[in-house]
């Protein structure tokens, strides 16, 4: 089993900046995609950003150029951070890790239980 951890979120205001971190434990070994999602009261979960174990990355066109996806595998963890953030990236953010080496749109194998991230304006 794979548990994922996510910190960073809280509050902060339009054009500011926030990185979150999802921390990997358990049977690490199985995991290969990480990425992160979100998901605002009424709408779908939809991807924000993801990478592979090899360092490809995906990112939804609404947040190229500001946000940015990484991972740091000696610690088991990754991060995304996120730029000139706007009331529309207001969300739960969630970890995922994936047992295939593909970033999906619809989702990952494990979650993590997300942490909320407000825009004010």
């Known amino acids: 089993q794979v548990q994922l951890v996510e910190s960073g979120g809280g509050l902060v205001q339009t054009g500011g900046s926030l990185r979150l971190s999802c921390a990997a434990s358990?049977?690490?070994?199985?995991?290969?995609?990480m990425g992160w999602y979100r998901q605002a009261p009424g709408k779908r979960r939809e991807l924000v950003s993801g990478i592979t174990s090899v360092g490809i990355t995906r990112y939804a066109d609404s947040v190229k150029g500001r946000f940015t996806i990484s991972r740091d595998n000696a610690k088991n963890t990754v991060y995304l951070q996120m730029n000139s953030l706007k009331p529309e990236d207001t969300a739960v953010y969630y970890c995922?890790?994936?047992?295939?080496?593909?970033?999906?749109?619809?989702?990952?194998?494990?979650w993590g239980k997300g942490t909320l991230v407000t825009v004010s304006s």
């Open positions: 358990g049977s690490i070994f199985s995991i290969n995609a």
């Open positions: 995922g890790a994936d047992r295939s080496d593909y970033v999906a749109l619809s989702g990952m194998d494990y």
